[in-house]
């Protein structure tokens, strides 16, 4: 079972600082299935990136995603207001889908 | 624009069946995959399973037991049951639609709060 581990658990940023967040697997996981998500208070989890690099639809572009190896990171590149949330990475693989545990990024 | 919306009772005894039915708007359950999710209070997201347009379904080996998720093309639906719960069972459940390929949720409902309790 490919395990997905992201770091920092907590992220303390300033609005208009920059965001790295990571996410490491455990296995090699194929980019095209690795797909990050922003989830607020009381909302659904929202997508942000899928295939590991591509923004979907109204992401602005002030959010990326890389990979490099096993090593998946999403940055966001100024910090807004509405930018501070829990971020959870999620991969398909062997019939199933598996999450990250988050990284919540909060205001410093 | 798809719109999904859980429902299905707040409260379940332990040992009972958890049993939530999501209604699909804005577009057809005759297509794409619908998975439960869930996140129990303050922690992180969980994927119970899914189900095909065609019946087919998938389930987290963790829950498989326990776990069928069945569609209502009829009615534009699908539902989880979720068998012999415990407190550990209590969490925010949602619906989702999974995307083809690559495989991502981009449509979700806005949850249910599922409690376990006597």
Known sequence: ?108 | QVQLQESGPGLVKPSETLTLTCTVSGGSVSSYYWSWIRQPPGKGLEWIGHIYYTGSTNYNPSLKSRVTISLDTSKNQFSLKLSSVTAADTAVYYCARRNYDPFYFDYWGQGTLVTVSS
């Open chain 1, 1 to 108: 079972e490919i395990v997905l581990t992201q770091s920092p658990g907590t992220l303390s940023l300033s609005p208009g600082e920059r965001a790295t967040l990571s996410c490491r697997a455990s296995q090699s996981v194929s980019s095209n299935y690795l797909v990050w998500y922003q989830q607020k208070p009381g909302q659904a989890p929202r997508l942000l990136i899928y295939g590991a690099s591509t923004r979907a639809t109204g992401i602005p572009d002030r959010f990326s995603g890389s990979e490099s190896g096993t090593d998946f990171t999403l940055t966001i590149s100024r910090l807004e207001p509405e930018d501070f949330a829990v971020y959870y990475c999620q991969r398909y693989g062997s019939s199933r889908h598996t999450f990250g545990q988050g990284t919540k990024l909060e205001i410093k």
